[in-house]
């Protein structure tokens, strides 16, 4: 089952439908990393909230995502992590250190403005400037 | 009592397929749905183990009871190469893999009841079981 990736001005969002094997998680991955460059994106959003369970590949996966994402030039938001999900992960020693989260998809919209706008630094400027440098 | 639901593991799809099947069962036996959210990412994680370390195997989910008490049960079977160190591979990150090493003892914290029983070279079982709890 494929993600559907939308663009929205700079940003892109991927809204998971339905439960993802491995395969369509590793596809979404490389989907979106290669998607930030075609569209000059600088802010992804992974909406999960359909995803009644993130197991270890799954978490992998999505740090994959921001990272690679960040190494292109663009920040990552995972929203819509539904309690009980938190829970289990949270239990199996799952942690998504590094990668913003929101509560939701308007929430990762407002964090994404926010960082454009200048005003939250999630990392020292050179850095940001070598990353931005494609 | 519901049957026994037998599940296949032999691609990604079968992991998810499994999840969901225990989720259902829990479901239908009445856990909450914070436990059945905790069933299916043992349920994953162990389906994932069978895959990467015996590429093949089968999970049996059922509802046990123990007098008024019921358990979704999960027994997961394979005949890879088994597991050298049980006592290692219980430890939080320890893989032979690459992965997270997070399965086992990850497993092990979402569920109650948790038993590996593994040979070299004939294959391991996992069982684990999740009580229901009786005041919610």
């Known amino acids: 089952m494929e993600v559907p990736i939308l663009k929205q001005g700079d940003y892109l969002i991927a809204s998971i439908q339905s439960a993802l094997t491995d395969a369509d998680l590793s596809q979404l991955r490389e989907a979106l990393v290669e998607r930030v460059g075609r569209f000059r994106a600088r802010g992804v959003i992974v909406d999960v909230t359909a995803l009644d369970v993130m197991d270890s590949f799954a978490v992998r996966t999505l740090r994959d995502i921001a990272h690679m994402a960040r190494l292109r030039g663009a920040e990552t938001v995972i929203v819509g992590i539904q309690p009980e999900v938190a829970f289990a992960m949270v239990q199996l020693g799952l942690t998504l250190k590094g990668v913003a989260t929101a509560l939701d998809l308007e929430e990762g919209l407002a964090f994404l403005d926010r960082l454009k706008g200048g005003r939250i630094d999630v990392q020292p400027r050179a850095q940001r400037r070598i990353d931005h440098g494609r | ?136």
């Open chain 2, 1 to 136: 009592m519901a049957d026994d639901v037998r599940v296949p593991i032999t691609c990604d799809l079968d992991i998810v397929q499994a999840r969901q099947k225990g989720r259902q069962l829990a479901a239908d036996a009445g856990f909450t749905s914070g436990d059945q959210t905790v069933i299916a990412a043992a349920i994953s994680e162990i389906a994932r183990n069978i895959l990467m370390y015996a590429r093949a195997g089968e999970m049996t989910l059922s509802v046990v009871a123990n007098g008024e008490r019921h358990a979704l049960e999960v027994v997961a079977r394979d005949e890879g190469p088994g597991i050298r160190d049980v006592e290692r591979a219980m430890q939080d990150g320890y893989s032979t893999s690459g992965g997270l090493g997070l399965g086992l003892p990850g497993a092990r914290r979402l569920m109650d009841d948790f038993e590996v029983a593994s040979s070299l070279g004939k294959g391991t079982t996992v069982t684990m079981r999740k009580w229901k709890r009786s005041n919610v």
